[in-house]
């Protein structure tokens, strides 16, 4: 079997998707070894995508919205990868209709007829379909609980957000199920580490959130942890949310805009397509969520106002 280091972006949906592909990885006659988390703050994406930034080869990546010529494989979700697929590449398979990567490995996988039969397979692509495609309104759950969770799932997917921890992708591939990830005592820790901030972190919150009009809040956290979804809560009639937020774990400031996935706003996001606003200022993502992210403050306010004036002109058509 031939060796890959497989790569994933280092958050809920990065974790799940490198779960399966080094199942699928294995079925396809690869030795497959983690080599860690990839993220955009990590380095220039320009080197990054001319293949100047350090991998182990051959490589795989997955759930990271740049790709490099030099990658054997790559899966994505996101908004379209800038630069075609080289020769080097042997399987690059992007579909950014699905709501996860992990649905595209697990289409790929279904396609060429694959068979993954995994116990804990059933779980792990129901939540990443929900919270990376924001579905928590369809399972009941409100915008409180993706800032201050009770569900031990979401509680993981918070917490990996903020700092990659080997160990609950580690157990995933084992088989483990979330609840019992949950339960390692240095998970429980981290949980615990993390709600205990959540109280003061909404306070600080309701300060810097503000409504810009009848359908948008604007927001500037650089000094305040960030939760996506916070806008919703202090203002659940709104449709849109853009701001600044600055990442304390990797240094840079990034521009952040979602819809409120508790409303009917899909007439709306036809109009706006937020991953190809924001690729046209060195970021991307979804139809209803993307990021921007900025090495200074100064930089991030000027693409700030460019972004969000861009959205409110698209609004008015």
């Given at each position: ?29 690869y030795h497959p070894e ?34 490099r010529p030099d990658l ?246």
């Amino acid at each position: 079997m031939k060796k890959i280091y497989l790569y994933y972006h280092g958050d809920f949906d990065g974790i799940a998707s490198a779960y399966l592909m080094f199942h699928v990885l294995k079925k396809i006659g690869y030795h497959p070894e983690i080599a860690g988390e990839v993220h955009y703050g990590m380095c220039d994406m320009g080197a990054w995508r001319k293949g100047r930034v350090p991998i182990k080869k051959p490589a795989c990546v997955v759930d990271f919205s740049e790709y490099r010529p030099d990658l054997e494989i790559y899966f994505d979700h996101h908004s379209n990868p800038k630069g075609k697929k080289s020769k080097t590449t042997k399987i690059f398979y992007h579909d950014p209709s699905k709501q996860s990567c992990f649905e595209v490995i697990l289409n790929f996988a279904k396609k060429k007829k694959i068979k993954i039969d995994l116990k804990n397979l059933r779980e792990v692509e129901k939540w990443a379909k929900l919270i990376d495609g924001a579905l928590y309104y369809k399972y009941g759950l409100p915008p409180i609980e993706t800032i201050k969770p009770k569900n031990p799932v979401i509680q993981l997917a918070l917490i990996l957000n903020r700092k990659n921890i080997p160990v609950i992708l580690q157990r995933l591939i084992n088989g483990s199920s979330f609840e019992e990830i949950s339960k390692i005592p240095r998970i429980q820790k981290e949980i615990k580490d993390y709600l205990k901030k959540a109280d003061s972190d909404l306070r600080n919150l309701k300060k810097v959130i503000k409504k810009h009009d009848k359908r948008i809040v604007i927001y500037n956290t650089s000094n305040i942890r960030w939760y996506r979804f916070a806008p919703f809560h202090f203002f659940p009639e709104s449709s849109l949310a853009v701001g600044i937020a600055k990442s304390k774990k990797r240094g840079r400031y990034y521009v952040k805009a979602s819809q409120n996935p508790w409303k009917n706003v899909m007439p709306l996001m036809r109009k706006i397509k937020l991953g190809e606003i924001f690729k046209r200022y060195g970021g991307g993502g979804h139809d209803y969520v993307a990021s921007s992210s900025r090495e200074s403050k100064k930089d991030a306010q000027e693409k700030f106002k460019r972004i969000l004036e861009e959205i409110k002109t698209k609004l008015e058509k």
